[in-house]
């Protein structure tokens, strides 16, 4: 190890730290220097925190300790032990201390405690004379004993609460409290055979530093990191404390408190304390704690300094805290504080009140709302007082829950719509094809994929709660049954419900509680509308969908897909013998006969959307996607070659066209603009539809603002040949680009983003297609690759995330920001939207806001999120303190 | 039009033109203009030419003339009269003009020309009279009538001929000559009821500028500008120019000239001439042209004045020259000169003979050489002198000529080459599986696909010859058999011939002439080492290749794909094996089988580039490209059921992985690095087999330099995690990456192009993977593209040729380009190649040269088209006239 690094300072004392060196103190370290310093030293047990830098150093050095760390430990005990005039292991008025990880952000029960340690048997005996308790005293080397062979050298804890229950039963009681000083003693030495206890309390503190910094590396840390998307560089802090006690006896207590209710958020403290007991006593759950206001009776001093300290710390941090406490012999010490987690409705409900009472700003009120918790207030529950039986989990693929009957195909759903029926559609899998059974549907169950997946991105998108990949069901369609295990355990018409926020599956009648959009969450909304500079607008294929997005408070369509109105029941025949026509004549004649449907649909968008933009993409997918699989014709023509059926020449006309249609990369096949150029008939009959409908709306006093978006674009050529089109078909009814309507195209491919210089010439707005842009720039199929690449790749820290779900900025996002900048090049007013998934992901958001975008775009159930997310963009750009894009 | 329109130029004087005007003027009318300043006015008849930017005025303006231009054509025809002495339309003596299309670039035959323009009732009698000639008189006005009929009005050609039969007919004589002044003129009266003549010759002048400006948007020239990539904005001139006669007797004539062998390129001028003839009569082939030998025979003046007029001409252009000429009563006039377009070998002979003469240095020499014809030397060729009859006719996609009993699958092309048969490989398609049968094949025959079909591209890569998309053939490879036009007319075994350079296909047992590389060539290739700055690597998969392309004169391998090892007979059930393998164990060995495999064909490839880099690449297509085909298996295992075989369970298992590696988008789905980090166990084998050649090679004495690249690599950490892979490997054979090999990575993925700053930290090289890089950055697959969308694309003009032949500059040359910068930002000196097919395509090559690329790696045949297309880019970049990249 070098010089420098031996002049590296690894050791601060609490008194030197503050909130602002959270990342070489952690959050804790930095969170007790803070409380030090403005509830005095006296409110807190003093100590010291060993950095984050030393727990990186200790990983890269192959768990050696950085050189000088040993050294600063040492000089830091040393002023402990002078502040509090005790020594560690000292047999007459010995020093404990605790030794508690702390990241920089919290990973709760992720690493690793050690509590009471300088304990020995010397210093037991110090501690009972000091104390004057010899059961307290021995209860706190058994603690020690036990918690050290447990974190430090990993010995499985049953072994410690097998002996504990060995001992009561021999001893005729049923609590641990009621074990006297002899039985502790018994069990403090069964567990010192346990493991050979290190005596030396020097080596005691070495052992335990490392054990925190080896829990950085654990399994349960690992997977914590990955799931909330913590670097694995940032490692963890020590901090080495005096420990006070909460066992001391009736005026001794431990508690946890929050400022404010940590459920619903309102403005009452909350928390729960034990009289006689240590913090871990509170956690456990061994014994029942009592309702922190009842501390009011118990010692009503510590009541009120604690209520007092509360709001304090609250004030000072502008944000709703929760805290731990020890009561030692009446006398109140503060542990920790950080900022509360919190539901939803609780975070909203502080935000409301932080305004109200002047601690917060609107925008500083906002900033502490989790915008991706908000999904949960705007979908029906399980209802949380009920438990029930988990038949299995999966993926929590689209939030809210549902129940109803099992069908296995989209057409059992629809028909149960038909009837009012409630059902869930359970498939292995989803394709284009089921897409009419997620809107007949309460919700979608599968087996297979993940949040990636098709079922879960239409789900998502239109709303219905589904759970994803619950892989220990088979889903046998043909044989119309579900097995677990090899064994039926449900046939089509059972109850199923699902639980699309939590990924849990369950044959229990659940009651479900219906979401209420609260005065304060709409409150919030509103502020969070006036600090955002980005706007929201839906993806919505439906009059219904439209409806619904323009509740939530979405400011136009930035994505209706026009695919999903061939799939209806009454439009797919005519789709495909649009598909199977022989020649223009038959091929216009069935299109002709889409028209009015087409229109039909526009209208009723149109109506719903009055006054607001309305962004209508023209057909994207390529047409196979509309004929029955290649596998199936295959098979039916076979059977009907055998069985010399009627149908024979109509299946090989289809079969034939199926296999001419058939592509090996369909993603990169003949869709977008390529359909349009290629079968001009198609985008003519859904420009006559859109045209018509606009007269039609205009007539009747709706306020119309169509623009019409051409998917999949390459080349200027590509999109001059489509204006021409497009101003074609609208010039037969009167109508001119730019005027009555605008004309603008997806920019979802590199190329397009590169040259998006040229393409702008013919484009009256750009909207991302981030989907397929992460496809085509990551060589990635959204298809493929989640079920075999993605977990893998999280594994071996590729990526901490899917780049489905948070936009690739380094990447794809430069690609995003090039095609911004060189479109606004050619066209300084260039309307800038992004549509797809992206589009409602609060990280993925605020890259956009610092990009120039105008407008985000996402399924109607993401918009409220998306407009909190839109305003904490702005509301950290103007603070300064933005991600530093 | 604006008085700026007004005010532009659009008429030049011969006199005031020049060669550098090529643009404005057409590259007749500046080569006229050039002539015309150094052969002095008396050789050249005087004229003047419409501008090309008149011709884009006419069209833009929607076939109106430009204003100014009526005026200053009758200027410019004013001056022309003056220097004549004669007027046009003159009853005395009049002045007869040519009125000739010239586009910036030679499109023969595709414009229009109207001769002996100015005659009438009247100026015919003056013309007699001047002359001493009524035959030579009225022959001229009836060509002129019928000229302008057929040019000017579009009246059908086969109207006047026939009536030329039947005036022939009717006086009892054989040839045009043969008919008198009375037959000539009762023709001209019969031409002028076709339609009505315009008397005035101002009109018709009018009219034959007109014609010429329609003639550029003609059916001809939009097809050839098609085929030839000349835009359509360039528009044509129109040259003016007084007529001289080559039919005033029998001291006239009419020629045209080279000034050197145009097939072979031997030092001696060729051509051809006809006495008392115009030019169009030595074209057409009615009569049978005299060699220009024998002008020495006939006017041995004329003969000497053109020898040494062609001797200055082509010193003066530096090049080959093409000219046409008219004798006049013993005066010689040039009317016309340009570079010769000449076959490869003549174009290599001029090459060199001119710079052993003096007259160019090597770097000019090579700059007159066509790069991509070069293509045609290296391959077998039908025997030019031998007839026969055309079965069918495809698309030209692997050059050389082939001949063989039919086979309809790789096996049978395997077994066949096990006993020296000579057999043509015949599909509806290829596909991986059939990879095989293109080695053991003499050629390749397809009904369906183009230029980038996969059965295209590997004939290409393999230099077999191939024929693809010979859509009226129906080649049913169950039957066994081939059918046209629903008969059969091939079965299994029959001779076939394909010409893959011209798309031919033949029954006939045609003689195949072999290549020889000739002297001429192979100087021509050592100057191009000489100049270029690009090093010519070689993608080669066998030790036969790598020898082919090391003759050719390859540096290197760029692209060793390990892939196409595992199609081998001896390979496939082993790779079925490894990916059916249950568990790691079953894997392991199966791979070990392969490993001896694998270093065998690795130590053949190290022998062969003894002292030249190797750059292999791991394996990267998805796993089941080696497995059956799902339906197959399907099918199979259907019918094993039925016979209750005892295959069942091994075909079910088959059946569930073949099922469980499906992917809906292969091409972005689980290959490249993905596989090595899914399944290690087989790019460890592959290391293995590298390393263990290695050694052996280097035991051996082969001086080894071996390049181990990782395909799609879009993050760092991948191309980290497989650095940790490979060099773990190299270290058991004690070799360290850096000294005993290197490792790098393919560039094909956008985001890689992106991010190539971090990417190469980890790479020693990279290599540029323009195929798939196109296939993303366009979102075009090309399996799926060519068929529908490329032919469609080129008709609409998003572009003029497939971005999988030349390299789309403007969009994936950026990434290129930002991928070459980034990647030398992190490290200065990093090895940068291409591969793939853009590696040998010339355009693409200078743009590689311009984008600080070190090597570009191609198929064994084109290595040395590459050479010299690589000088070129560097004489072009030496000369100040690079592409302007």
Same mark, same amino acid.
């Given at each position: ?571 797919? /025949?005519?789709? *495909?013998? @649009?598909?199977?026509?022989?020649? #223009?004549? !038959? $091929?216009?004649?069935? &299109?002709?006969?889409? %028209? ?106 709706? /306020?119309?603002? *169509?623009? @019409?978006?051409?998917?999949?674009? #390459?080349? !200027? $050529?590509?999109?001059? &040949?489509?204006?021409? %089109? ?160």
């Amino acid at each position: 190890m070098s010089e420098a690094a031996a002049a590296t300072r690894w050791v601060y004392d609490f008194a030197d730290g503050s909130r602002e060196m959270r990342d070489l103190l952690g959050g804790k370290g930095a969170n007790v220097a803070e409380m030090t310093r403005i509830l005095g030293a006296e409110r807190v047990p003093a100590g010291f925190t060993i950095t984050t830098e030393a727990c990186v150093a200790y990983m890269q050095g192959d768990k050696a300790f950085p050189d000088g760390l040993d050294g600063q430990v040492a000089e830091a005990l040393g002023r402990l032990e002078a502040a509090a005039g005790k020594r560690l292991g000292d047999p007459e008025d010995p020093l404990l201390v605790s030794v508690r990880s702390g990241a920089r952000e919290s990973m709760p029960g992720m690493l690793d405690t050690v509590l009471n340690l300088g304990l020995n048997d010397a210093s037991v005996a110090g501690l009972a004379a000091r104390t004057g308790n010899e059961r307290f005293a021995w209860d706190s080397y058994r603690r020690f004993v036990q918690m050290y062979g447990n974190v430090v050298l990993g010995i499985e804890g049953e072994r410690f609460e097998d002996a504990i229950q060995a001992i009561k039963q021999d001893r005729g009681v049923t609590e641990d409290t009621d074990l006297d000083r002899a039985a502790l003693e018994e069990l403090t030495r069964t567990f010192q055979g346990f493991y050979d206890f290190p005596s030396d309390p020097q080596d005691q503190l070495r052992g335990a530093i490392q054990a925190v910094f080896d829990s950085w590396m654990g399994r349960r840390a690992v997977e914590y990191r990955r799931i909330n998307r913590i670097p694995e560089d940032w490692g963890t802090a020590v901090n080495v404390q005096q420990m006070v006690f909460g066992n001391k006896g009736d005026t001794s207590g431990s508690g946890v408190a929050f400022s404010r209710d940590e459920v619903t958020g309102e403005p009452e403290p909350s928390g729960d304390f034990l009289p006689n007991a240590q913090g871990e006593d509170v956690v456990s759950g061994v014994r029942t704690p009592r309702d922190i206001r009842e501390l009011k009776d118990w010692q009503p001093e510590v009541h009120a300094q604690l209520f007092e300290i509360l709001r304090t710390l609250e004030a000072h941090y502008g944000d709703m805290q929760d805290t731990e406490f020890t009561v030692e012999e009446g006398r109140l010490y503060m542990l920790q504080t950080r900022n509360a987690k919190r539901p939803a409705q609780a975070a909203v409900r502080f935000a409301v009140d932080a305004v109200g009472e002047g601690l917060l700003d609107k925008g500083q009120a906002i900033a502490t709302i989790e915008a991706e918790k908000l999904d949960a207030l705007l979908h029906p529950t399980f209802d949380p007082d009920v438990t029930y039986e988990v038949l299995a989990r999966g993926v929590a693929a689209s939030p809210g829950a549902a129940k109803g009957a099992i069908v296995f195909t989209a057409e059992d759903a629809v028909a149960a719509a038909a009837d009012d029926r409630a059902v869930v559609l359970v498939r292995p899998f989803t394709e284009a094809e089921d897409v009419a059974g997620f809107h007949a549907a309460q919700g979608v169950l599968t087996s297979e994929g993940g949040k990636a997946s098709h079922a879960a991105l239409v789900a998502r998108g239109m709303g219905v709660p589904a759970v994803t990949g619950a892989g220990t069901l088979e889903i046998d369609v043909r044989a119309g049954e579900v097995r677990l295990d090899g064994a039926v355990v449900l046939r089509e018409g059972d109850l199923i419900a699902i639980d699309g926020t939590t990924g849990t599956v369950t044959t229990d009648d659940v009651v479900l509680i219906d979401p209420v959009m609260s005065d304060e969450f709409r409150t919030v909304l509103a502020w969070c509308d006036e600090l955002r500079r980005l706007d929201v607008r839906t993806n919505a294929d439906t009059p219904e969908d439209a409806v619904k997005a323009r509740e939530f408070g979405a400011q136009g369509i930035g994505l209706c897909r026009t695919e999903h109105m061939f799939f209806g029941e009454d439009r797919h /025949d005519k789709m *495909v013998r @649009v598909i199977l026509a022989d020649g #223009d004549e !038959e $091929r216009r004649s069935a &299109l002709a006969e889409l %028209l009015p449907l087409q229109q039909g649909d526009f209208e009723g968008i149109f109506a719903a959307m009055d006054g607001l933009p309305v962004t209508i993409r023209l057909l994207d997918p390529p047409l196979h996607e509309f004929l029955p699989k290649l596998h199936d014709v295959e098979a039916q023509a076979e059977r009907a070659r055998i069985e010399r059926s009627d149908d024979l020449d109509h299946l090989e006309h289809t079969l034939d066209r199926v296999r001419s249609l058939q592509e090996v990369n369909p993603m990169l096949g003949t869709r977008g603009v390529r359909l349009g150029i290629l079968y001009p008939a198609i985008y003519e009959m859904q420009l006559e539809g859109i045209f018509r409908a606009l007269l039609a709306a205009r007539a009747a006093g709706t /306020d119309v603002h *169509v623009e @019409v978006m051409v998917p999949l674009v #390459d080349y !200027e $050529r590509e999109l001059e &040949l489509l204006r021409g %089109l497009i101003e074609r078909v609208g010039a037969a009814h009167d109508l001119v680009a730019g005027r009555d309507y605008l004309i603008g195209t997806m920019i979802e491919l590199p190329r397009a983003c590169l040259l998006a210089d040229w393409i702008a010439h013919e484009a009256d707005f750009f909207s991302f297609g981030t989907n397929d842009l992460t496809q085509t720039a990551l060589g990635f199929s959204r298809d493929d690759i989640e079920g075999r690449i993605l977990a893998r790749y999280i594994e071996m820290k590729v990526f901490d995330r899917s780049p489905f779900e948070t936009l690739d900025a380094p990447g794809v996002g430069q690609l995003v920001r090039m095609g911004a900048w060189l479109g606004r090049k050619t066209k300084a007013g260039l309307k800038l939207g992004v549509c797809g998934e992206h589009g409602g992901d609060p990280d993925s958001i605020d890259f956009f806001h610092h990009s120039g975008i105008d407008y985000v775009s996402c399924s109607p159930y993401r918009v409220p999120v998306a407009r909190v997310a839109a305003a904490q963009a702005a509301v950290r750009d103007d603070g300064g303190d933005g991600a530093g894009w």
